[in-house]
């Protein structure tokens, strides 16, 4: 139950911080959204600041979650890197995620440990767990990279920086699967040819 409380807390605060930003979105307001009294809201949370740092933290572990699961064991680099591409851009694509980016950005002037907390949340958390494959890979000879760390960011900026921007801004829709299968194939070929085996 607190679980489920905790949520419907957290979806509320999200539509109230998205429709009015960090600053000018007042406790009173997200528990009226959330559906609960405002005895209830400060019992979960103590201010406004941990209520948002709550919500960007559950953003990122949802996105997370959402990722493919790199196997250190399987050769097939490109195949690996597709699906890696393919679920990456899927997840942050989803509307939920793209919200919590535009409401971190919101308050990036007034609430820079909100951004700090975002970045250690979700990209580093991408950018370590593909260098570290990335570290296995060249270890067995699959590849061929001097710096993973850099490499793993090159990979994961290639497959989502075409389509993310347009989409955060509003300026354009999520572009169709077809589109997206398209440029992340296009990723693979980049960096395979960059990193891939010299005698391939």
Partial sequence: MDSAKRRQILDGARQVFLAQGFDAASMGEIAKAAGVSKGTLYVYFDSKEELFAALVKSQCAQTAERL??????????????RRLGLSFVDAMLEPSHVST???????????????????????????????????????????VIDDPEVAAKQFLTMSHGAVMMPV??????????ERIEYLVNKAVDVFMAAYGPRNA
């Fill in 101 to 143: 980016v535009r409401m971190v950005i919101g308050a990036a002037d007034r609430q820079p440990e909100i951004g700090q907390l975002f970045l250690q949340a979700g990209p580093r958390q991408g950018w370590a767990r593909l260098t570290e494959w990335l570290k296995l890979k060249v270890e067995h000879g699959d590849l």
């Fill in 168 to 177: 955060l801004i509003g300026a354009e829709p999520a572009p169709p699967a």
């Fill in 68 to 81: 493919f699961e790199l196997d250190a064991e399987k050769h097939d680099v490109r195949d690996a890197l």
